[in-house]
């Protein structure tokens, strides 16, 4: 499954409890259709202490959100945009904002 955003890249979260925050990708699971965004979807989980040093508690950890409810950050615009492909003359390929043109790496 092909994805539109991946690791590193700054989103907007564009539907759920955390809509409207902007933070960057940690990981991306592309067989999944999910990106773990930093911040974004806060999970208690519970560590069973597993050595006599380590010790056990509850953590604050992201969880995974799919991909769709994510849009790449466009700087220029300050808003969620659609992402589209572009060959420069060089021969590499980058994603360009649709609204704005911009090149967004």
């Known amino acids: 499954m092909k994805m ?3 690791k590193n ?3 907007i979260v564009i539907s759920g409890e955390d809509k409207g925050t902007i933070a960057n990708v940690v990981t ?3 067989k999944e ?5 930093k911040g974004v979807n806060m999970v208690k989980k519970h ?6 040093q380590q010790q056990g508690g509850i953590i604050d950890q992201e969880a995974p959100i799919y991909a769709s409810k994510v849009m790449l950050y466009c700087a220029n ?3 969620g945009v659609r992402v589209g492909h572009k060959v420069l003359e060089d021969g590499s390929k980058v994603r ?3 609204k ?4 967004i790496e």
């Open 33 to 37: 259709g999910k990106v773990v965004v």
């Open 4 to 6: 539109h955003v991946k």
């Open 47 to 52: 560590l069973k202490p597993r050595s006599a």
């Open 96 to 98: 360009v904002c649709k």
């Open 28 to 30: 991306a699971f592309p």
């Open 77 to 79: 615009c300050k808003t």
């Open 9 to 11: 890249d700054k989103v």
């Open 100 to 103: 704005c043109g911009a090149v």
